[in-house]
């Protein structure tokens, strides 16, 4: 059973590399389109996985952002504890694998009755010096003893290869959360970007607005707009105003957010609007499917679990084997202090045993079926990674295809609705359109503006996803 699943196991790689080999050939095709500065940046070969993520986020106050974060996330704390936890496993399973050696020193006194064996034989002993000797009852010792199983089948060798291995899965297990962590950190500073930039594009509709509704009510007491005009783009100030609450109550949301993933308390976090559309993201560059296998670290500890779980299944195959043991001791024994430190005083003993399973061999059936069960459950874990890891690069490759396309596209309709307002606006003052065109414009405008920084924030996260799809982050 044991050797079906390590075939298994190797196989997975194989397929999975052939399968990768049919992923879109076109990876850095986007890289000469005119978009954002998303897109710019120095190019470079190297695959993503294996950029800092210092190089790959340059924003000044995400960097302190994360490095903060790094130092004092109570949730990645709680992981460090744990690599802790698997490294002093490691070290025990080490000591068991070498010999036990303690120090024993003690003294004791016993008392007999008279009508005793001991007390019988003494009192027909003439020798004076052999009468006290057995009439002491004390007793003085001091000795070094030695116990080590030996390890014939490789059952502690490979306990011990076994928590090796699991400790090197805790660093990756380290790795796959610093790499969640940057990327949370950094989409929500992006988001929190955007939506600074929304407040400033409210505000900035505010006062057209506002300008436009004075003007109605001039016109309004000339004679030249009624009532219904003047309420018309009141409602719509009115509506807009109302929309920088929301975003205000999103900034608020999103700076406590990344204030909690960097553990400390709420407070501000500044940002530049302005700096959205110039926001520099490393370019993209995704390797081959093969690096993507190894620089993933959730694939590595999965299959660092899978190779943990293949000697768990020897271990637990060895205990239907006997075990032998081997003991000795050396030291003094005598029955008074003074005599104690002597040469004639000194005591040894060896021994060894070697025993076998007879009886209860249902608890060793069970542990090794066990054994296997979680083998099996660990290559199916291995293979489910893998999958998954192929998956979220598919998916972001066409993510970043299509928002980049949708960014050139919505930029067109914002410059259309941009110049749109101040067509509107001369066609009203020249009779030629009604205030409805100038409302409809003006709202468009607001809209299109809108979901040109949603798509914005979008590619920024995509390009984040993607680092993270890699394994990237954690360096």
């Excluded at 076109?26 to 993503?48: I, L, M, V, W």
């Amino acid at each position: 059973m044991n050797t079906r699943i390590n075939k298994r196991a190797f196989l997975i790689p194989v397929w999975l590399l052939l399968w990768g080999c049919n992923l879109p050939q076109h990876f850095a095709k986007n890289e000469n389109r005119t978009t954002p500065s998303t897109y710019r940046g120095t190019q470079d070969t190297a695959n993503n996985a294996s950029i800092s993520w210092r190089s790959y986020f340059s924003d000044p106050i995400l960097v302190a952002l994360i490095d903060t974060a790094l130092q004092k996330n109570q949730e990645l704390q709680m992981t460090l504890q744990e690599i802790a936890i698997s490294r002093n496993e490691v070290r025990v399973r080490k000591g068991e694998y070498l010999p036990f050696v303690g120090l024993k020193a003690g003294a004791g006194y016993d008392k007999d009755g008279h009508y005793t064996w001991k007390e019988s034989v003494t009192e027909n002993t003439n020798a004076t010096t052999n009468r006290e000797a057995l009439l002491s009852n004390s007793e003085f010792q001091l000795r070094a003893a030695a116990s080590w199983e030996v390890d014939i089948w490789r059952k502690l060798h490979n306990a011990k290869k076994a928590a090796m291995l699991r400790y090197l899965a805790s660093q990756q297990g380290k790795n796959y959360m610093v790499t969640q962590l940057v990327a949370e950190i950094a989409g929500s500073y992006y988001e929190l970007v955007a939506l600074n930039n929304m407040l400033d594009i409210i505000n900035k509709n505010v006062d057209i607005q506002a300008n436009a509704l004075h003007v109605i009510q001039l016109q309004k007491e000339s004679a030249k707009a009624n009532e219904l005009a003047v309420n018309r783009f009141e409602a719509q100030l009115l509506h807009t105003q109302n929309l920088q609450y929301d975003i205000k109550q999103r900034i608020t949301e999103t700076e406590n957010k990344i204030n909690y993933l960097v553990g400390r308390f709420p407070q501000h976090i500044p940002v530049e609007p302005s700096r959205l559309n110039d926001l520099v993201v490393f370019p993209l560059h995704e390797g081959v499917p093969s690096q993507l296998l190894v620089n993933r670290p959730d694939v590595r500890l999965a299959e660092l679990n899978l190779e943990a779980a293949k000697l768990d299944v020897k271990v637990a195959r060895a205990n239907f084997f006997p075990s032998l043991n081997i003991q000795s001791g050396v030291g003094f024994n005598a029955f008074h202090p003074q005599f104690l430190i002597n040469p004639e005083s000194i005591i040894y003993s060896l021994a060894g045993d070697l025993m076998a399973p007879l009886i209860n061999r249902n608890a060793i059936k069970a542990a090794y079926n066990s054994a296997n069960a979680k083998q099996i459950q660990a290559a199916y874990n291995y293979e489910q990674r893998i999958l998954n890891a192929y998956v979220e690069v598919v998916n972001q490759l066409a993510k970043n295809d299509n928002l980049s396309k949708s960014y050139d596209t919505k930029s067109r309709e914002v410059n259309i609705l941009t110049q749109s307002i101040l067509i509107a606006d001369n066609l009203y003052k020249s009779a030629r359109a009604d205030y409805i065109e100038i409302l409809t414009t003006q709202r468009e405008a607001l809209e299109s503006k809108m979901d040109l920084v949603e798509i914005r924030m979008q590619q920024l996260n995509a390009r984040i996803a993607m680092y993270r799809a890699l394994g990237g982050g954690w360096q």
